[in-house]
């Protein structure tokens, strides 16, 4: 006889589980645009680590798939649940528990966001630097399990360099806590690294230990450069780097995108064609930095414009966060996610106008051009992808390889860009990163059919 799994579930958990139409629904998808094919059969809202490790529990137990899911922000279908599944919700774990800005860390349940958590560090004089776009909306949970990135990365790094520890719950519900609160550790395998980036099919990130960064001293400067086409932009932006000069944030937005941001938050049409670079430098020679920078967009023919003050340098932000609303009153978007050689920004670009010309298709592209990690947009009626957008993105993807590249910066693999992770990896490293997941989850209840096509 199949076990009423609701049932065992309701009977742990009470009225943290919810069966509500409307919550259902909302589990099947994230903002990929991309949604399962059924309905989970529950989503269970926890609230403390013995929720989780209940729910794993009875999902061992009665073999049931369960996928962990923080605010639902993701960009690749990693926490959309489908039918037969237990949506695992640790929105609700929001805590900030303890801060140590004599120690520069910090531990925190994998619910909270990542603007909430930097608005509770600042009084300590403290943050934690990951800042992805989505930063108002993010789980600190969903960033760990994707290895987000973000506009400040180039600078101060990615997730994966602001984690100390993790506490992860495992499928049968046994409690690891990975990793340390020292600066330095070395003792075993790095466990810790490899639960960052996994996607949720090792185990369920309950807890973190976050490594913390001084507030910074100094001014910040902001300044944005025009330029009269995105190659023109992105030759500038390696030269900034090539200049050895460090901004805290520099992206890139080709015409496309920047014209339909501009329309989004009702601002004056840029030039036609254009693309823009917004760079932000900070710290005690912040302006210093900035009047270098203007030179040398200058002289890669870019019309420099600098932010009078803090408010005005994040006015000019604001236009590169408003990226995917705008992309969304374009069409359904599917929003890809390669990373190249910053050198290589260039030749990227031109690939992806190779590509627009050959499947006739728009393609609007922003980059976290301080690091190479390019956004590519692909922008079509109704819900359904179309073949010839599959088509154009598996071109995409190849170029990137091809330019020593990745498939994936920040957003991950899930269930979008699974087909073409062996092409990366090679079939044995594909092979063994498989066979590692099994360690972690014999039964293969964890976020199945995410990363790895069966």
């Given at each position: 006889?199949?076990?009423?799994?609701?049932?065992?579930?309701?009977?742990?958990?009470?009225?943290?589980?919810?069966?509500?139409?409307?919550?259902?629904?909302?589990?099947?998808?994230?903002?990929?645009?991309?949604?399962?094919?059924?309905?989970?059969?529950?989503?269970?809202?926890?609230?403390?680590?013995?929720?989780?490790?209940?729910?794993?529990?009875?999902?061992?137990?009665?073999?049931?798939?369960?996928?962990?899911?923080?605010?639902?922000?993701?960009?690749?279908?990693?926490?959309?649940?489908?039918?037969?599944?237990?949506?695992?919700?640790?929105?609700?774990?929001?805590?900030?528990?303890?801060?140590?800005?004599?120690?520069?860390?910090?531990?925190?349940?994998?619910?909270?966001?990542?603007?909430?958590?930097?608005?509770?560090?600042?009084?300590?004089?403290?943050?934690?630097a990951p800042d992805p776009a989505s930063r108002a909306i993010?789980?600190?949970?969903?960033?760990?399990?994707?290895?987000?990135?973000?506009?400040?990365?180039?600078?101060?790094?990615?997730?994966?360099?602001?984690?100390?520890?993790?506490?992860?719950?495992?499928?049968?519900?046994?409690?690891?806590?990975?990793?340390?609160?020292?600066?330095?550790?070395?003792?075993?395998?790095?466990?810790?690294?490899?639960?960052?980036?996994?996607?949720?099919?090792?185990g369920v990130v309950v807890g973190a230990t976050l490594k913390?960064?001084?507030?910074?001293?100094?001014?910040?400067?902001?300044?944005?450069?025009?330029?009269?086409?995105?190659?023109?932009?992105?030759?500038?932006?390696?030269?900034?780097?090539?200049?050895?000069?460090?901004?805290?944030?520099?992206?890139?937005?080709?015409?496309?995108?920047?014209?339909?941001?501009?329309?989004?938050?009702?601002?004056?049409?840029?030039?036609?064609?254009?693309?823009?670079?917004?760079?932000?430098?900070?710290?005690?020679?912040?302006?210093?930095?900035?009047?270098?920078?203007?030179?040398?967009?200058?002289?890669?023919?870019?019309?420099?414009?600098?932010?009078?003050?803090?408010?005005?340098?994040?006015?000019?932000?604001?236009?590169?966060?408003?990226?995917?609303?705008?992309?969304?009153?374009?069409?359904?978007?599917?929003?890809?996610?390669?990373?190249?050689?910053?050198?290589?920004?260039?030749?990227?670009?031109?690939?992806?106008?190779?590509?627009?010309?050959?499947?006739?298709?728009?393609?609007?592209?922003?980059?976290?051009?301080?690091?190479?990690?390019?956004?590519?947009?692909?922008?079509?009626d109704g819900p359904d992808v179309p073949a010839v957008v599959?088509?154009?993105?598996?071109?995409?993807?190849?170029?990137?390889?091809?330019?020593?590249?990745?498939?994936?910066?920040?957003?991950?693999?899930?269930?979008?860009?699974?087909?073409?992770?062996?092409?990366?990896?090679?079939?044995?490293?594909?092979?063994?990163?498989?066979?590692?997941?099994?360690?972690?989850?014999?039964?293969?209840?964890?976020?199945?059919?995410?990363?790895?096509?069966?």
């Amino acid at each position: 006889m199949t076990p009423d799994v609701v049932a065992l579930l309701r009977a742990e958990l009470g009225d943290r589980v919810d069966t509500s139409p409307a919550a259902l629904e909302s589990a099947r998808a994230d903002k990929s645009g991309h949604a399962s094919a059924g309905s989970p059969l529950a989503v269970v809202h926890a609230a403390s680590v013995d929720d989780v490790r209940a729910v794993l529990r009875i999902a061992t137990a009665t073999r049931t798939p369960v996928v962990p899911r923080g605010a639902g922000t993701g960009l690749a279908g990693g926490a959309n649940t489908g039918r037969g599944e237990i949506s695992l919700s640790l929105r609700g774990m929001d805590r900030l528990v303890e801060v140590r800005p004599d120690d520069l860390l910090a531990v925190v349940e994998p619910g909270i966001l990542n603007a909430e958590l930097n608005a509770l560090l600042e009084p300590h004089g403290v943050w934690w630097a990951p800042d992805p776009a989505s930063r108002a909306i993010s789980t600190v949970g969903g960033n760990i399990a994707t290895g987000a990135g973000g506009l400040l990365c180039a600078k101060y790094g990615v997730v994966r360099d602001a984690v100390l520890g993790v506490d992860l719950v495992l499928a049968d519900g046994r409690l690891l806590h990975l990793g340390h609160r020292s600066v330095k550790g070395v003792t075993g395998l790095d466990l810790t690294s490899l639960v960052i980036g996994s996607e949720g099919i090792l185990g369920v990130v309950v807890g973190a230990t976050l490594k913390l960064r001084r507030l910074v001293a100094g001014e910040r400067v902001t300044l944005t450069a025009l330029f009269d086409d995105v190659r023109t932009a992105a030759v500038a932006s390696a030269a900034v780097t090539a200049s050895g000069i460090q901004p805290a944030i520099m992206e890139l937005m080709d015409a496309t995108s920047l014209a339909a941001v501009h329309r989004l938050l009702s601002m004056p049409a840029p030039p036609a064609g254009a693309a823009q670079l917004t760079i932000q430098t900070d710290g005690p020679v912040a302006a210093d930095e900035a009047r270098a920078i203007a030179d040398v967009l200058r002289g890669a023919g870019g019309q420099v414009a600098v932010a009078v003050d803090d408010a005005e340098g994040e006015t000019l932000l604001a236009v590169r966060r408003a990226l995917h609303p705008a992309m969304e009153t374009l069409g359904t978007t599917l929003i890809e996610d390669v990373s190249v050689p910053r050198s290589a920004l260039p030749a990227m670009f031109d690939a992806i106008a190779r590509i627009e010309r050959r499947f006739g298709l728009n393609i609007p592209t922003v980059a976290h051009a301080g690091d190479g990690n390019l956004h590519p947009n692909f922008v079509f009626d109704g819900p359904d992808v179309p073949a010839v957008v599959w088509d154009a993105a598996e071109e995409l993807f190849r170029a990137a390889l091809d330019l020593g590249g990745t498939l994936t910066g920040e957003h991950g693999v899930g269930v979008l860009k699974r087909r073409w992770l062996a092409d990366e990896l090679g079939d044995d490293q594909w092979r063994l990163q498989r066979d590692i997941a099994r360690v972690f989850d014999p039964l293969g209840i964890l976020n199945p059919g995410k990363v790895f096509a069966i």
